[in-house]
């Protein structure tokens, strides 16, 4: 199975996931989301597999995001994708796709459902 995982290896979620996909066998994609982010549609296409909108993937307790307004009930999802492109600290991961589906694996072992 190839999986694709949004990888932030400062993450101690994030090392875990991947640690799980090595450990299953899967044939695993590391993408260092910090050094080369996802586009727009990307993002959006990832988010709708996954059934969850870009504010359930913004990564809300990065103090940025509270900076920037994200936090506040009548924030659009167009504007929270458009911070995300601007900073990708505030994309939640790890964001994981195999060929049975997409999962914010958080907690890890919620890449289980995918594997």
């Known amino acids: 199975m190839k999986a694709l995982i949004h990888h932030n290896p400062a ?6 996931t991947l640690e ?17 982010p996802p586009g727009r549609a990307e ?18 307790k ?5 900076e920037l307004g994200l936090t506040a009930p009548d924030v659009d999802d167009d504007t929270v994708l458009d911070a995300m492109m601007a ?6 991961r790890p964001l994981v796709e195999t060929d049975k589906g997409v999962r914010l694996c958080r907690p890890q072992d919620v890449v289980r459902e995918i594997l």
């Open 20 to 36: 799980i996909l090595r450990e299953s066998g899967a044939d695993v994609t590391v993408n260092e989301y910090l050094e080369n």
């Open 87 to 92: 900073h990708p600290i505030l994309i939640n």
């Open 11 to 16: 993450c101690g979620t994030s090392r875990k």
């Open 43 to 60: 993002l959006k296409r990832l988010y709708q597999r996954a059934g969850i909108t870009p504010r359930d993937g913004l990564r809300a």
């Open 62 to 66: 990065e103090p940025l995001a509270e």
